[in-house]
């Protein structure tokens, strides 16, 4: 079936960087664009950017310019997301999802957690 | 960028009631929005993709309407399983974003 399966929970101190996977399976990987979407604790969904694992094209949201980047590698059909400079603003589910116009397929989320 | 005004926030209902919850857009969009689902501790579920198409194995209760800057989206009769917050969201123009969510529960 359709999935995206991330990787596991991250504890990171203020300033690091952390580096979530997402790995596609059961559909053409280079057909959908990956989105990157986030959520604080007891808040909304925030848009980081995504990526078209075609060509490896990259948008990010203006917030994180400078601060993320995203990759893929077609081989393993894996999208990856990187964030640095990390702050306790950081702490939140980091999500994954297809899609083209609609997010479809999400994955099941990655919690990080940013505290000294 | 373009902001999605969702209101109301949050609403009690009861079991069988119609819900109904808007999302205004900051400037035309088309039908280009989406509407999610988020239980507790779950990723969103797209319900409605481009203002008003039901998404796969989507119950027929759920509706969305409208184009431009105002939209709807409807539950015809709350089920106990609807129990979640709503999103719309916007896929007009890059950066995506989100309504603030509308927490619905039963009274």
């Known amino acids: 079936q359709v999935q995206l399966v991330q990787s596991g929970a991250e504890v990171k101190k203020p300033g690091a960087s952390v580096k979530i996977s997402c790995q596609a399976s059961g559909y053409t990987f280079t057909d959908y664009y990956m989105y990157w979407v986030r959520q604080a604790p007891g808040q909304g969904l925030q848009w980081m950017g995504l990526i078209h694992p075609s060509g490896g094209s990259t948008t990010y949201a203006q917030k994180f310019q400078g601060r993320v980047i995203m990759t893929r590698d077609t081989s393993t059909t894996t999208v990856y997301m990187e964030l640095s400079s990390l702050r306790s603003e950081d702490t939140a589910m980091y999500y994954c999802a297809r899609g083209i116009d609609a997010l479809d397929i999400w994955g099941q989320g990655t919690v990080v957690t940013v505290s000294s | 960028d373009i902001e999605m005004t969702q209101s109301p926030s949050s609403l009690s209902a009861s079991v069988g009631d119609r819900v109904t919850i808007t999302c205004q857009a900051s400037q035309a969009i088309s039908s280009n929005v989406n509407w999610y689902q988020q239980k507790p501790g779950k990723p969103p579920k797209v319900l409605i993709y481009d203002a008003s198409n039901l998404g796969t194995g989507v119950p027929s209760r759920f509706s969305g309407s409208g184009s431009g800057t105002d939209f709807t989206f409807s539950i015809s009769s709350l089920q106990p399983e609807d129990i979640a917050t709503y999103y719309c969201?916007?896929?007009?123009?890059?950066?995506?974003?989100f309504g603030g969510g509308t927490k619905v529960e039963i009274k």
């Open positions: 969201q916007q896929f007009k123009n890059l950066p995506l974003t």
